[in-house]
């Protein structure tokens, strides 16, 4: 009778020492899969994953590489036990990576592959270093890398089994690197994307501030005029604590608010006497025509046409176009107009010189709820105040005014009192 394999006892060890394995395996994989998609650190996650892979079967060398198709390469990512001389990259020819898609995720004997360059250039150095198996990964038909794995410390060969476990954890390890490559690319397309829109947006402002210098250069008494009242509109939008694309809209508005003089006589616009009923109903259709032009044209921000039409409005009904009150202006016109008037007093013309501050200061409080905004006014005093006493350091104003007249004397109370005094100012409609 011949000799049972197992005694008793036997097939009960086995099968526990097998159970054991097993269980120890499917322990590796899940924390395999919770390092997979912990995404923090990908240097990290593949290091941890090969000891992990390495550490479940007791291997005692091995490595991970990643593929670069575009270089031809397979670069190590991650290596254990394999000593400073294993080389850092192996070249990978397109026949080998059309082979190893063919066979997908499965784990080849380094001595049947001979046949492959990788092989037949690099066996020498495999071999040396006692690798035994390599596992291309492929994810979705894409060679994303290579399982290099040395001999297991008992010295037994590799069972089928043992392969099966190797391929599902470098399945794993091939969705890491397909997530990496895909956040990368992501990356480099947002970066793009993120580049090619600050191009736009500088042709843009580049374009815009063209087109103030066109405007201005038309009026040869009031140059620098559209640039003026972009900076001032920008300096009221930005104390009234708009967010960086609101201040940066609301500047273009400000260098766009004249653009329909464009289409005005220039004897009109550079008369230097009064101009008669005729000419100034001819001067006084530019914020209509502004809004023609600028209508037409895709803004990034959508209020720039109102800020042309309506920054001659005032809050007490007696502006033009269109005679409109407070709430029916738009907000922006209201600060284009502050912005259009604080330029007209600070700034020669050419039939009287501009006022001085005190008369601004006063002018624009005792204007203020009948032609300007109260909180738009403040916002404009309060930027003037904030550099008078230092707080600014920018100085914005001294720049556009000029030295001597942010000094004038007692400038600081001054602005001081009138932002006081406004600060319980009404505007028309709601005093009606
Ligand atoms: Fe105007
Ligand atoms: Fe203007």
Redesign the pocket.
Request: charge should be negative; charged fraction near 35%; avoid cysteine.
């Given at each position: 009778m011949a000799k049972p394999l197992y005694t008793s006892a036997e097939p009960q060890r086995a099968m526990t020492q097998n159970g054991s394995k097993i269980v120890h395996a499917f322990g590796a994989l899940a924390d395999l899969g919770a390092e997979v998609a912990n995404r923090s650190n990908f240097q990290d996650t593949i290091r941890t994953s090969l000891h992990l892979l390495l550490g479940s079967l007791g291997i005692m060398r091995g490595g991970v590489a990643r593929y670069s198709r575009f270089e031809g390469e397979l670069s190590l990512a991650a290596v254990r036990g394999l000593g400073d001389e294993f080389p850092l990259a192996f070249a990978l020819t397109r026949e080998d990576e059309r082979a190893f898609l063919q066979c997908g995720t499965a784990a080849l004997e380094v001595l049947d592959a001979r046949d492959l360059t990788l092989l037949s250039l690099n066996g020498w150095i495999l071999e040396a270093k006692d690798i035994e198996l390599i596992v291309p990964l492929v994810v979705h038909d894409e060679l994303l890398g290579m399982l290099f794995i040395g001999e297991k410390a008992s010295g037994d060969r590799y069972s089928p089994h043992d392969k099966d476990i190797i391929c599902a954890m470098g399945r794993h390890i091939g969705v890491a690197i397909s997530q990496r490559n895909l956040l990368t690319e992501l990356e480099r397309k947002a970066d793009e994307t993120l580049k090619l829109y600050d191009e736009m947006r500088a042709t843009y402002s580049d374009t815009v501030k063209a087109f103030a210098a066109a405007i201005d250069s038309k009026d040869k008494y009031?140059e620098g005029?559209?640039t003026r009242?972009g900076k001032y509109t920008e300096i009221i939008a930005r104390e009234l604590g708009w967010v960086e694309d609101e201040i940066e809209g609301a500047s273009v508005a400000g260098y766009l608010?004249?653009v329909g003089?464009l289409t005005v006589e220039r004897k009109i616009i550079n008369a230097p006497y009064k101009i008669d009923a005729k000419e100034s109903k001819e001067l006084n259709r530019h914020p209509s025509v502004g809004y023609e032009i600028l209508m037409p044209i895709h803004h990034p921000y959508a209020d720039v046409p109102l800020a042309a039409k309506y920054?001659h409005e005032r809050l007490d009904g007696r502006g033009y176009p269109d005679g409109l009150y407070d709430r029916e202006i738009p907000y922006i016109a209201k600060i284009v107009n502050l912005a259009?008037s604080f330029?007209?007093m600070t700034t020669d013309r050419p039939y009287k010189r501009r006022r001085p501050a005190h008369e601004v200061v006063e002018d624009l409080q005792k204007n203020s709820g009948l032609q300007f905004a109260p909180e738009i006014t403040s916002a404009l005093l309060r930027g003037i105040l904030r550099e008078t006493t230092g707080e600014l350091k920018d100085k914005r104003f001294r720049r556009l005014l000029g030295r001597e007249y942010m000094e004038a004397e007692n400038l600081t109370p001054m602005l001081r009192h009138a932002l006081d005094n406004i600060g319980s100012t009404q505007s028309i409609t709601l005093s009606v």
């Open positions: 009031t005029h559209s009242v608010h004249d003089k920054h259009d330029d007209a």
